[in-house]
């Protein structure tokens, strides 16, 4: 199978999954893929899941820690899932406020909308409240454009020099008279976190929920 295009991080992860998968029978973790490069969970859970985007990686169930394998040729001749785009009729327009006519001018979404292939992206599943003034609440999953740099106002993924190494956090951001950052949570019974430096690994650009 001719890969795709992938940058040096990714070719290097790719290159460990399958050592390690040929060597012990079975797929690392994404634990053991962090620890072998010195990275936390989020940066190589953001790899991973553009790997599976660009089809170099599947997920052969949910919920197994070692359930990812590799897309083989064989797999592609068959037809590689990431190379056919889940479509969803979006069948008219729905008011929350004053009755409009109903199933109107039938569309088609393309998750090419919500996951442009032009951008960089990945997705979190969210795990707290601090960002449910901004509708992104426990459990949601945010699509993620991985960037390095952000405008006031936009929600990042921030990752800090934590006690323990890095930790990742979802939050406005803000620039601080001195350089400093602010990280603004989307809830009033939290307060800001204001730091020195920061990494920022991408910007939200779409929230899923499932009922």
């Known amino acids: 199978m001719a890969l795709p295009p992938l940058t040096r991080r990714q070719r290097d992860i790719l290159d460990f999954f399958q050592a390690y998968s040929e060597e012990n029978g079975i797929s690392p973790t994404l634990e053991e893929i962090a620890r072998h490069f010195g990275l936390n969970k989020v940066t190589i859970f953001g790899h991973v899941a553009e790997l599976e985007r660009k089809g170099v990686i599947r997920r052969a169930a949910k919920g197994i820690s070692r359930g990812l ?40 979404l393309a998750f090419e909308e919500l996951a442009p292939p032009e951008k960089d992206v990945y997705v979190l599943r969210v795990q707290g409240e601090s960002m449910i003034e901004d ?77």
Do not use: C, F, W
Request: aromatic fraction near 2%; hydrophobic fraction near 35%; charged fraction near 25%.
């Open 69 to 108: 394998q590799l897309v083989t040729q064989d797999d592609d001749s068959t037809g590689s899932t990431s190379e056919a785009s889940p479509h969803l009729p979006i069948l008219g327009r729905i008011a929350a406020g004053v009755p409009i006519a109903t199933l109107e001018s039938p569309e088609v």
């Open 135 to 211: 509708s992104i609440r426990d459990g949601d999953l945010v699509i993620v454009e991985r960037r390095s740099n952000a405008h006031d106002g936009e929600t990042v993924v921030a990752v800090l020099d934590g006690e323990h190494g890095e930790e990742a956090t979802l939050k406005r951001l803000y620039h601080e008279p001195g350089g400093r950052y602010r990280l603004q949570p989307a809830n009033e019974t939290m307060q800001p976190i204001l730091v020195d430096k920061l990494q920022i690994r991408g910007v939200v650009i779409g929230v899923i929920r499932r009922y």
